[in-house]
């Protein structure tokens, strides 16, 4: 075994470490220095993978997490992860919020090419956590919890809904099992029509038809319908009218022409056109009976068909307010910048917005503004109604006006914006003939402010009303579970022929009551971060696991890991209780990662202790990323001389306590010191090894 020979003249110095093992003293040279010499010594050691492979398993994994592009540009970091580790886990870039892209599509370019490039090399790749709270694409996720966001088109609607809203079906026809709603449409308070189906399976058996509507030959009308089921249903339009009275139609208004269309227990927009008609009327028919037993609502408020090329019913004076032309509006003031955001960031998760960054606050709101020049001055006397979305990335004020070149205006008052999307409708009356530019002021807001569909109409002018639609808590868990389906069951099927290993659920317990799940109900939530289990329920890792081993190869390795709990060991019992949960409700967890960070005052026995715990289980036991951290960006040489020693316990400890057939092995998270104080590395920021390096190898040598 290497051992660390230093110099009789430091051993004053080495008495302050006495905890530290690297070798008996010896006398030195004088003309060699003893930097130099306590250096080449630790030099003297090999590469890692040389001590592992002497280990006599075969199966022993030692890891290292580094970013992904630290792998993938084959630098000289490259060359070190090669030469002394037989695993890699990139630090970022396999996870959820890399993977999944803002439309729910996945996007594993840049996973297939570390893939190909790992098994070049014949290095193991272990795979990040499927799930966890952080690291997450959160929001697209949130995006799909968010309200549903339905504005009517802002045209004449050929149907007369506001009789059927009050429970009048006198000019519509309908079979049995058809009834009047009058607090199940959209939003609350709102009317539907019920639909229940029979047990037949003919699609015309639950039929609801509209009356005969006039229309204009050539002329293209849209038909746009809200229906949701308790269950999973199908449905069709039919029609009497057209050419083609039964025909398959692309029913979400883009998208492959089908014969029916499918609904669930979210309100689902029906949306389509037609033009084909045979004179100058025509009638629609729902026909909803082809699954057995299924009831249906049909929002009445948003039933809407009407005329593509009529007169709008709304004028609004702001062109472009859904952003969707990339224009943005211009500004000024405290070094703010303006601009238009990618797709997938307006609201809803859809489209575009137009967003302001203001540094910091100001002196006066007026300070930081962007400006709409109207084309022409609004009416004196009428009021205005302003409508728009709106969040920031913090909490604070706005100010919307009306406003003439030499700054008279009239406001709307003070708009909060809060993190979350939020529709705000507010008027005011023009005072004078002059006003001309639209403005919102920015002072009171220290950050960014993301704002869509903005509409600036007279009151005299009415329609393209706005329904708003909350989730309701079981749709929540549905449309939840269904995305962690889909990510897990996709994510692992394409990557499954080169990674046998995986975390599948990471930090499943509460941090500070340890008999609960995690949980982010109450927490200011950062970028990134989301709780799946707060949706699902506790049986979310059982849900994880059973995808997991569904989508993958029989005989994957898969695990489920904590961090802290070497000083919290009751939540090392809680995750072992909650692995057997999760193995009573069928799922099956083949290892325990342990996350463990140190220092150099931390408690090496509760270390003994926690895998001594863990050893009892069976399971394949993993330190992962493992650290012990210096918290100093200037360490004293007895500092480095300590966290050698304590990485050689770490690795002693686990070697002694862990019986071969449960070892997985061992996987560093900071390997190369960065800029912070933590100073974790066994390696420094200019690639030389550190006393940590000598400490590692003597563990792994014992």
């Avoid at 329609?463 to 079981?474: D, L, N, R």
């Avoid at 463990?596 to 289980?617: C, G, K």
């Avoid at 500092?639 to 070892?663: E, F, H, R, W």
Wanted: include cysteine.
């Amino acid at each position: 075994m290497k051992k660390i020979i230093y110099s009789v003249g430091v051993v004053g110095l080495f008495s302050l470490a006495s905890c530290a093992d690297f070798g008996a003293l010896n006398d030195f040279q004088v003309e060699k220095p003893l930097s130099v010499e306590m250096q080449e010594q630790i030099n003297s050691f090999g590469d890692l993978l040389n001590y592992v492979e002497e280990l006599g398993n075969s199966n022993f994994r030692l890891g290292v997490s580094l970013p992904m592009s630290d792998y993938t540009n084959q630098g000289v970091r490259f060359r070190l992860v090669n030469r002394n580790f037989n695993e890699f886990s990139p630090a970022s870039g396999m996870d959820h919020r890399s993977v999944v892209q803002n439309n729910g599509n996945l996007n594993l370019a840049q996973v297939q090419s570390l893939l190909e490039l790992a098994d070049s090399r014949e290095i193991n790749v272990f795979g990040n956590p499927l799930i966890w709270h952080r690291n997450q694409n959160s929001g697209f996720l949130n995006g799909l919890l968010a309200p549903l966001i339905v504005n009517s088109p802002a045209f004449m609607n050929e149907l007369n809904v506001n009789t059927l809203g009050s429970g009048n079906l006198e000019d519509w026809s309908f079979s049995q099992g058809v009834s009047f709603a009058p607090n199940e449409g959209m939003g609350s308070g709102t009317p539907a029509i019920q639909l229940q189906a029979g047990m037949s399976g003919n699609p015309s058996d639950l039929r609801f038809s509209s009356p005969m509507m006039g229309i204009i030959p050539g002329r293209t009308y849209e038909v746009i319908a809200y229906i949701k089921s308790d269950q999973p249903g199908e449905g069709r339009f039919t029609f009497e009218g057209l050419n083609n009275n039964e025909p398959e139609l692309a029913w979400g208004g883009t998208g492959p022409a089908t014969e029916t269309f499918t609904t669930s227990i979210s309100w689902k927009e029906i949306r389509f056109r037609v033009s084909d008609f045979t004179g100058d009327s025509f009638r629609f028919n729902l026909e909803l009976g082809f699954q057995p037993g299924v009831t249906y609502f049909l929002d009445i408020n948003n039933l809407y068909v009407y005329d593509l090329e009529g007169d709008p019913v709304i004028n609004n004076l702001i062109s472009g307010g859904d952003f969707e032309s990339g224009i943005a509006w211009g500004g000024w003031g405290n070094n703010s910048v303006r601009g238009v955001t990618e797709e997938g960031m307006g609201v809803g998760n859809s489209g575009r917005a137009f967003f302001v960054t203001n540094p910091s606050l100001t002196g006066g709101f007026w300070e930081v503004q962007t400006l709409y020049q109207l084309a022409a001055p609004v009416t004196e006397g009428d009021t205005y109604r302003l409508s728009f979305w709106v969040r920031g990335d913090a909490e604070g004020v706005i100010r919307p006006e009306l406003q003439s070149p030499n700054f008279s205006s009239n406001g709307f008052g003070q708009v909060f914006v809060t993190r979350d999307w939020r529709f705000v409708s507010i008027t005011t009356t023009a005072t004078a003939a002059d006003r001309n530019r639209f403005i919102i002021s920015y002072g009171e807001f220290a950050g960014t402010v993301y704002i869509d569909q903005v509409v600036l109409a007279s009151e005299s002018f009415t329609g393209g009303s706005t329904t708003i639609v909350e989730k309701t808590a079981t749709e929540k868990t549905s449309i939840i579970g269904t995305q962690m389906q889909r990510w897990i069951s996709e994510f692992v099927s394409q990557t499954k022929n080169d990674i046998k290993v995986r975390e599948v659920v990471s930090e499943p317990i509460h941090p500070s009551n340890n008999g609960l799940i995690r949980t982010g109900q109450g927490l200011t939530l950062a970028d990134g971060e989301f709780y799946w289990q707060d949706f699902i329920g506790k049986d979310y890792a059982v849900d994880a696991f059973k995808l997991a081993r569904q989508h993958g190869n029989p005989d994957d390795i898969l695990f489920i890991s904590e961090s802290g709990m070497e000083s919290n060991l009751s939540k090392a019992e809680a995750l072992i209780d909650y692995v057997s949960y999760i193995e009573e409700n069928g799922g099956k967890v083949d290892g325990i990662a342990a996350k463990m960070v140190l220092n150099l005052n931390s408690n090496m026995q509760n270390v003994s202790e926690l895998l001594r715990m863990l050893a009892a289980t069976g399971k394949k036991i993993k330190i992962s990323d493992l650290e012990i951290r210096l918290n100093d960006s200037q360490p004293s040489l007895v500092a480095l001389i300590t966290q050698g020693d304590m990485y050689k316990q770490v690795v002693d400890l686990y070697l002694s306590l862990i019986p071969m057939n449960q070892q997985y092995g061992i996987s560093l998270a900071a390997p190369i010191d960065g800029t912070d104080s933590a100073r974790s590395g066994l390696w420094n920021s200019a690639l030389t090894r550190k006393h940590a390096y000598a400490g590692f190898a003597e563990g792994i040598q014992k």
